[in-house]
């Protein structure tokens, strides 16, 4: 059993999804203890409200989050003297997805998500 589990978080200490200044990055980290699979993701500078993760077919846990960026650029000139209008208007968007093959049976339905800072812990209690 600790051979299945140590083979399921090697690589973990590895950015996940896709970095840099305007892409997500992360780090995480899958522990146990007696009941659960915990689950521990480092998402800096990002709204943790619009993290999410579900348990697929075969014990798959994946975690997904969505970020949107509007910004304006403010150059030209406006009708209004003290004013400038948006010379241009970029949007900025970025996906994060990461997949953790658990090393054992979950019990879904009771899964935990706690979004702090800029951590999030995902709490999987194993199947009885």
Not at 25 to 50: C, F, G, H, M, T
Not at 69 to 89: F, G
Not at 96 to 113: C, H, N, R, W
């Amino acid at each position: 059993m600790d051979r299945i589990f140590n083979d399921a978080i090697q690589d973990m200490h590895q950015p996940a999804g896709w970095g840099g200044e305007s892409g997500f990055s992360s780090s995480a980290k899958l522990s146990e203890d007696q009941r659960n699979y915990i689950v521990r993701l480092s998402l800096p500078d990002r709204d943790l409200s619009k993290v999410d993760a579900k348990v697929d077919a075969n014990n798959v846990l994946r975690v997904t989050a969505k970020e949107e960026k509007k910004e304006q650029s403010t150059s030209a000139p406006s009708t209004d003297k003290n004013k400038k209008a948006p010379a241009a208007e970029f949007y900025e968007m970025g996906r994060y997805e990461q997949l953790f093959t658990l090393p054992g049976a979950v019990d879904a339905s009771k899964m935990k998500i706690d979004r702090s800072g800029s951590m999030v812990t995902i709490t999987l209690p194993k199947a009885q």
